[in-house]
Every structure is written in C-alpha cells, then in structure tokens.
C-alpha cells in the first residue's frame, strides 16, 4: 500500500492551495484519511481527518479556511485550503487507515511542502 501526495508549493498570504493524497495498492477498505503537518522542531500536528461516512475534524487554527473531502471509490482525500497564512508553512503529509490483507495498518505519504510567503 502507498500513499502519494500532490498539489503542494508557493503560494502567497491569502493564496489557496489542494492537496491530494491517492491511495494504491491492495486495499480491502480505508477507514479514516487524514492530513497533518509538520515544522522543523515541532510535533507533527493533526490537521483534518475525514472518517469513511464522512465526519470530520478540524484543527482551530484551519477551522473555516480548510475543507478536507474524500472520494472513496478514487481511494482519495483532498485538502482544500484557503485564506493561507505564513504560519500554515510546513511539510503536509498525507495519513490513512487502511485494512489490507495484514489488517488495519496506518500508512503516511511521503510529505508535500507547502510554503506561504509573505
């Protein structure tokens, strides 16, 4: 199973950007996909999470400027992201529970690097 992220880069303050995340691989089913972010020094830190019927969660400081979605027969989660801000710079990595043929495993994409200038 692989998880490959998309859609990162440079974008101004007040830019938006989407991220992608597709899943590959032999997959039974995929429980909750999600999206984190991590700075050089600091804790990775939950981002978004989306479960299979569709609940989500928010961190505060992304509430009303991201949205995260999924197509479950594309094996896809999306993060779409608005009003971006300086301090949303960081590595993105993409996070998915998924049940293969050793049973639920999380996986973690390679991480996308999205910078926000000022």
């Known amino acids: 199973v692989q998880l490959e992220e998309s859609g990162g880069g440079l974008v101004r303050t007040g830019g938006s950007l989407r991220l992608s995340c597709a899943a590959s691989?032999?997959?039974?089913?995929?429980?909750?996909m999600g999206w984190y972010r991590q700075v050089p020094g600091k804790q990775r830190e939950l981002v978004a999470a989306?479960?299979?019927?569709?609940?989500?969660n928010y961190a505060g400081s992304v509430k009303g400027r991201f949205t995260i979605s999924r197509d479950n027969a594309k094996k896809t989660v999306y993060l779409q992201m608005n009003s971006l801000k300086p301090e949303d710079t960081a590595v993105y990595y993409c996070n998915a529970d998924i049940i293969d043929f050793r049973g639920e495993m999380t996986y973690w994409g390679q991480g996308t690097q999205v910078t926000v200038s000022s």
């Open positions: 691989g032999i997959i039974f089913s995929i429980n909750t």
């Open positions: 989306v479960t299979s019927g569709g609940s989500t």
